[in-house]
């Protein structure tokens, strides 16, 4: 059975709410290996193996050096089983940058990527699309574009269940000629490179309004304009809704129309809730990481071990490996990358 | 009086329409020259001026080309017409591409501007946001995301009546440590040019969501991120009330809670309306340059040219450079900008 290494510490709602997480998904099949303050985690048992790590470094100022000096927190353990082979993946709360500093350390980048990457699916109706990466690489070169395409397209077919994923290019205007100069590359090295592919579809650059058409399965983007527009997408979403909720709250007559269009409202709320998506997923590793959100319950943080299980089962890090090299898109051995 | 030279070419309702604006504006005391079709246009007088100039390039595929080549354009003439002082600004519609390149070529850069920005205020209810660059400079260098922030600071003083504002700098984290590496420079840049201005403050990096939670007045970036950033904001919000629409059109009872609410609704979704911010601001030039959205109505293209005019009476071009002088962020003399 897929064993997969929880870290209880990071959720809003406590290392209890994790432990049900985890009994949740153990229940749906799944062999957890949960890290955290033992005495909030209940016994073991039932295909969650209790360890006890009480030590949280989720909320450090400084993930890069809270990893390396505290190596008896919860998610320094836990990544240390997925490196050492005792889990096939990771799953952990909150803070991403604490579980990407651990993965890259413990997990390890995988034979011949650049620069790992963070995706997040939207939850845009009818066409969820998979945004990388969304905050790990700030400034990227051509060549971790081109990577990010594969992985976000072997990510998307393997866990989303996503056939032959059309990948977009986010650029300032749909011309190839349009753009940042990494990105005017980019554009024409994924023309080159998913000719020879299988795996994916390269549609071009699409523009921000794009994101959201159904344009696009994938959209590859860098680290730093990709976690703006993934913060940006929430905040417009959650704010509207918010003001019409306050618009509805501020009248009689806007209190009964509320109540009347809650019912056709509802699964629309829910469809663009991001717990549905189960987190951020670490693309580019050995073994597939997943961060679910601080504020999620443990619906939420299931969903992320369930995820993590599939893209275990579908092979996610051999299918983005095979896609590069028959891409020809691998790093090449003995070719340091310049960071 | 002050004279703004207006190009009637380029709006999806027709010529027809910015000459509506045209004398909707001069009705509130602005002086037009106006540059398009005369047939289309009606005749002389009332404060308006006809240019007979029927040939329009606003949708020339290559901007830079269209410009060059054909000098009789209405955009062409209409931005000489700024460029040899025989109006103050200039108001386009459409095109932002186009009306960068004729401005750029014939009104020319400000003394000591380093690239002209392409400002465009969010109309976030409560507290709308000015955002630069949203399209102009996919790249950027150091010097020119600090003279943006003072450009922008210029404009939202004068034109939208802001003391002070606020400046952020876009990143992907608060910390100053955190984005890009011409963001963490940029970041170290303006705490110091800051200190020694009187015109603006500099409150640090903001994200995403910061866009649009009034923390900023201002918001600097690069182009290509800024133009991602708008294109999202406004593809979201559009989407959201688009659905909320349908959801409501779908069922009798929907359609009663969408009549119950629509009165409330009304002045948060007018509010929104990109018309009334008047469209996007050329800044860094000799003279203010606005360009009106393609599908505006005369409404929001009169608020354009009315917005030009309070930039020249203020005197943004000015202020903007007094603003640098004391900042020491003027481009030297004799130093040319590598591009």
Redesign the interface.
């Known amino acids: 059975m897929t064993v997969i290494a929880v870290d209880a510490n990071g959720a809003d709602l406590g290392p209890g709410e994790v432990a049900a997480a985890a009994r949740l998904a153990a229940a749906a099949g799944v062999e957890v290996l949960l890290f955290g303050p033992a005495d909030q985690l209940g016994p073991s048992g039932g295909g969650v193996e209790i360890v006890d790590a009480p030590r949280s470094i989720a909320k450090e100022e400084n993930p890069a050096r809270a990893v390396r000096t505290v190596p008896d927190a919860s998610i320094v353990l836990a990544a240390r089983a997925v490196g050492e082979g005792r889990a096939a993946a990771l799953v952990c709360n909150g803070s991403t940058g604490t579980a990407l500093v651990a993965a890259q350390l413990h997990i390890r980048r995988a034979h011949g990527i650049h620069r790992p990457a963070l995706a997040i699916t939207v939850p845009v ?1 009818s066409h969820p699309v998979t945004v990388l990466d969304v ?1 790990a690489n ?2 990227v070169r051509v060549e971790y574009l081109v990577q990010f395409a594969f992985m976000g397209a072997a990510y998307a077919s393997t866990v989303l269940g996503v056939e032959r994923p059309r990948v977009g290019l ?4 749909i011309e190839p000629e ?4 990494v ?1 005017i590359e980019a554009h024409e090295a994924l023309i080159a490179r998913s000719r020879a592919s299988d795996v994916l579809t390269f549609v071009g650059n699409i ?3 794009g ?3 159904g344009a696009a399965d994938v959209v590859v ?5 990709g ?11 959650q ?3 918010h ?2 909720r306050d ?2 709250n ?2 009689t ?2 209190k ?10 509802r699964p ?1 709320v829910e469809e663009i809730d991001p717990e549905g998506q189960g987190g951020a997923y670490l693309l580019g590793l050995r073994h597939l990481g997943v961060v679910a959100h601080g504020s999620f319950t443990r619906q939420g943080i299931a969903k992320a071990i369930l995820r993590a299980r599939r893209g275990v089962e579908e092979d996610v890090v051999g299918r983005t490996h095979s896609a590069l090299e028959a891409a020809g898109a691998l790093r090449r051995a003995g070719v340091p990358t310049a960071s």
């Open positions: 109706p905050g700030p400034d986010l650029s300032n205007g349009r753009g940042s100069q990105v523009e921000g309004d994101v959201l058409n983007t860098d680290g730093f304009t976690n703006v527009a993934l913060k940006l997408i929430e905040a417009v979403s704010t509207m809704l003001t019409i618009i509805a501020a009248s007559r806007g009964l129309g509320g109540l009347l269009l809650s019912g056709g409202l629309f």
